[in-house]
Each structure stands twice: as structure tokens, then as C-alpha cells.
């Protein structure tokens, strides 16, 4: 059996396809469109260029899927619709268009998507898993293979993007002023947390996996190595946390590691180091596996 998963997030709307056999999916193929669905929320009202523009995509995916002979295909959609004014219009509107269902899913369903998902690759026993959208973020503590805890940040990269930052990248007074905004709401979730120490985090997203493509070109780490230490994350802001742009080869790196996000890396990235400073995590280690592989888990294989 083929499945296909088209998961519209804040950032990106993305396409997966699945071969499932005997209760075990493998991903065949994927797609996806850099839509910057946030930036269309003004005044916490999702425009109708918004609507549009995942409409767009939504067709384009619906007819691909059709044209192969894909039958089961589900759509999610995660913060940016999610927490529009305008929710359910919007969501009618674009399921009008395009005839395809969509469910918003909750931060907290979300959240346990992700651990779902995420706890397969997994050999840390206990921990925290975390993926910032491009709309909100969301954290799950583990232990011994089991949630103890989990929630949902209002804070992604591009929201912060579109909400701080004026040019391509954050100036210091910008980044300053994500840095201390974020930190008052990590705080609030973080401060009724049992003490932790050497906190082993999974990162999810596009924001770890550009975080760790730049990471791998400055510290000189092979590609299969997604291991981060979190100490050198408030080195790699700074890198780039300027008045001026960034120097020819760290702009290169940049370049390379994240072509797509070049203008959403960095506010992801304080937020990342602000979020495992607080956990008290030593390392970070980027995995591909997330919200799309937890639904499939959780509500397709799950018998």
C-alpha cells in the first residue's frame, strides 16, 4: 500500500510518499515548496494570498498523487493555520479548493507526533526531543522511552524572522532582542522542571538540520555525524550577528548549509540555544525522522 502524508507547516509544505508493508512504512519519495505561510498572518489573520498560495500547493500535490494512482492520502497542517484568527475559514477555504481533508492538529498532538516519530531512532533511554517549526516549538522529556512531559512554544523561525528581523540576517540589537523575548517564555515552561543535567536533545526540523549542515562546514565534522555540542551554538550566531554582512567564507558556509533558510537560520537558532541552555543539554543530535513518520505511527500503524 502506498501513503501519502502532505504536512502544511508555517515554513514549508512538504509531500511524502510511503510503501507500507506488513506494518512497516518506508518513505519512496518527497517533495516540498518554501511557502513562508506565517508571513501571510497579519494581525493574527491568515490573508487570502495565504489561503492561495497552499492552495496552490496542495493541488499541485493532489494531482501528482492522483497521475501515480496514490489513494490514501492524508493533509495536516500545524502553527501557522492553527493559531490564525481565521482558523477554520481558512482551512475550508484551501479544502474547497484543492478537495482534499485537512486536520489541524493540536501543539500537543503535534509534540506527541514528534516523539513518535522521533523514538524510533533514538538510543538515548531518556532525554528531551525538540522541533522548531516555522511557526511554533515544540519540546518532549522522556524517560526510559516514555513522555513525561510535553508542550508548545509560540515562537518558530520565521515567525521571529517576520516579527524581529528587518534584513536577511539579525543585526545584534535584533538578535538581542529575540534572545531576551525567547527567554522569558523557556523560562516560564522551564522553571517547574525537576533539575536536569547533560540533557541529550533530538532536534528536528529545518532548523536543526541547517543548524547542523553549518555546524558540519565550520567545525570540520563529517556528514554522517549529526552530533552537536550545544556550547558552540552562541559561537556559530555569532558568526553571523552583524551591522555588517557576514565575511566571504562564512558567508560561503551559509550558502552551502542552508540555501532555503539563509533568512530564518539564525532566529531559530538563538531560539535553539536558549531552549537547550535552559534544558541544560550538552549535545544535540539532528534527526530526519518527525511529525510525518510519528502521524504515520501513531494513527496508521498503530494496530
Known sequence: MLQAMIDIGSNTIRMAVYEIKENHATQVMKRKHTVGLSAYVKGGVMQEEGVRR??????????????????????????????AKNSAEAVKAIEERTGV?????????????????????????????????GGSTEIVLYR????????????????????????LLPTPQEAEKIRRDVAKAVKI?????????DVVACGLGGTFKSACALYQKMYSTPEDDTRMEQSRFREMIAHYVSDAPPKEEDAVRLMLAAPDRIHTLLPGLILADELTAELNCKEVIYSDSGVREGYLYSEILKS
Not at 493541488?59 to 493533509?75: C, K, T
Not at 514528534?114 to 538510543?123: E, R, T, Y
Not at 523561525?157 to 528587518?166: D, E, F, Q, R, T
Open 189 to 197: 515552561f522551564c522553571c517547574k522542571l525537576p533539575p536536569m543535567r
Open 54 to 83: 497552499a492552495a496552490e500547493v496542495v493541488s499541485e500535490y493532489r494531482d501528482f498523487l492522483a497521475g501515480m494512482g496514490v489513494g490514501n492520502v492524508i493533509a495536516f497542517t500545524t502553527a501557522a493555520l492553527r493559531n
Open 144 to 167: 526510559a522511552h516514555r513522555v513525561t512531559r510535553k508542550w508548545s512554544l509560540p515562537y518558530g523561525s520565521l515567525s521571529l524572522k517576520v516579527s524581529y528581523v528587518h534584513g
Open 101 to 133: 481533508p485537512i486536520r489541524v492538529i493540536s501543539g500537543e498532538e503535534e509534540a506527541a507526533f514528534d516523539f513518535a516519530g522521533a523514538i524510533h531512532d533514538l538510543a538515548a533511554k531518556s532525554g528531551a526531543i525538540l522541533d522548531i517549526g
